[in-house]
């Protein structure tokens, strides 16, 4: 393929849609792309290499501070490789944390679901007790 892309090339290249390319170079995690004589962004190698790092980082969820954190990272030789270790240790203490709470959640409504099937018609368990918090098993008040 050629050495510049096209942004449509480059949503194609990396599943990313264009107004999401487009918002990652204004936010600066993307550097700007160079301009045609057409004045239309023409992108390049370490574009779609950047593009690929973000969407990765993205998709195992790391929010946007971590992935400029990870990315200057990865430009920088003097960087202390436990830096990065300690970014994606502490993501992963946040999606432990979630997985608890939505453990906690499915545990909640799985109660709440089995209350109801054992109710009769007249009496909801499913709405009685989202209409009353004291019902249920366990505190999730966020």
Known sequence: MSDAYSIGQLSKLTG????????YEKEGLLPDASRSEGN???????????????????ELGF???AVRQLQHLSRCDKHDCHEA???A???????QQRIKSLQALETEL?????????????????LEVLADHSLCQRDHQA
């Open 89 to 95: 240790s502490s993501h992963l203490q946040q999606v």
């Open 63 to 65: 929010d946007l501070n």
């Open 16 to 23: 990313c849609k264009v107004t999401t390319i487009r918002w």
């Open 110 to 126: 799985q109660a709440m679901i089995s209350r109801c099937q054992q109710g009769d018609a007249s009496h909801c368990q499913v």
């Open 85 to 87: 270790d300690q970014i």
């Open 40 to 58: 239309q962004r023409r992108y390049h190698q370490h574009h779609l290499t950047t593009l690929r790092f973000i969407r990765h980082a993205r």
